[in-house]
């Protein structure tokens, strides 16, 4: 049960987001919605009462709470955590979940490459921002949600806005190696806080995240079938997710990796701890922490 806890969720109106928020609903957690577009929200969260039932919420356990979070948007971020500081007494988990893949090349209202941006920056701000209360609220849980796809990208320090140049599925494979090394330096730094930081790949899951994806018409057919086959449900692609956020098995365990609620080892470059401290002290400039 994850009755009287508070959980936030990013990116909660659509796949592995929604999935983990119904689960959680279920085990009566107060889940925070934060999600871009506030009408598909709201269409999501009421598709998930009458899925998990109105009892969750009715019998006084769990509620479903939809706030307004563009993560391409630094000042959405700040506005976001700002009201949650408000309103919110407590919060034991936050689930950075959102994330935009493979994208053509745009940038954020802030000017950063959009994968880097979003994937990695804007979780960034959130998370530090709402650091203080998950320590007041711990023990509580931070969960990063990266990708098998870490495996090809790399930290180019001169060139981390992609402007000399632009490969979609490297900056996507850079943004989740950067989700790793930040989780990494961030369960380095909470040791002795009560607060655990553990990241995750969830597999191959059918969801709208390959959205920007081109498979040729005559492909879509034989795509569709394998993926009906071979991919995960958002369900169990969001198992790992909602392990971490809720098992007593993981309770104090940090700093790890886990695919299909085991733990997994790393490449060397995702636990590289200059990399991840350099990378730490560049995001807090980008993002406005640190001047």
Not at 217 to 226: G, R
Not at 243 to 252: I, N, R, T
Not at 273 to 286: C, P, Y
Request: proline fraction near 3%; aromatic fraction near 8%.
């Amino acid at each position: 049960s994850m009755r009287g806890k508070t959980v936030i969720i990013t990116g909660a109106n659509s796949g592995l987001g929604r999935a983990a928020a119904a689960e959680l609903l279920r085990m009566q957690a107060r889940v925070i919605m934060g999600c871009r577009d506030r009408a598909r929200a709201e269409r999501a969260a009421r598709e998930i009462r009458a899925e998990v039932g109105e009892r969750a919420e009715a019998e006084g356990g769990g509620e479903l709470v939809v706030r307004e979070l563009d993560l391409a948007s630094l000042r959405s971020v700040r506005a976001f955590c700002h009201r949650v500081l408000q309103e919110e007494p407590r919060l034991d988990v936050l689930i950075n979940n959102a994330g935009i893949f493979q994208c053509p090349y745009m940038k954020t209202e802030d000017g950063f490459e959009m994968q880097f941006g979003v994937n990695h920056l804007g979780h960034f701000l959130l998370t530090s921002l709402l650091l203080g209360l998950l320590k007041n609220s711990a023990p509580s849980r931070i969960v990063v949600v990266s990708s098998k796809l870490y495996k090809y990208g790399e930290i180019n320090f001169e060139d981390l806005n992609s402007e000399i140049s632009y490969n979609k599925s490297f900056c996507y494979s850079r943004s989740k190696l950067a989700n790793l090394l930040f989780a990494r330096e961030l369960a380095r730094r909470l040791e002795g806080t009560g607060v655990t930081v553990n990241s995750l790949h969830p597999g191959i899951v059918r969801t709208n995240l390959g959205r920007y994806v081109n498979i040729p018409l005559l492909a879509k057919p034989l795509f569709n079938l394998v993926s009906w086959a071979f991919f995960k449900t958002p369900l169990e692609g969001a198992q790992t997710s909602i392990y971490l956020a809720s098992s007593p098995d993981v309770e104090g365990v940090s700093g790890k990796y886990f695919g299909d609620c085991k733990e997994e080892e790393l490449l060397p470059k995702a636990m590289d701890d200059l990399v991840a401290r350099k990378l730490w002290d560049i995001s807090e400039v980008m993002v406005g922490l640190l001047k």
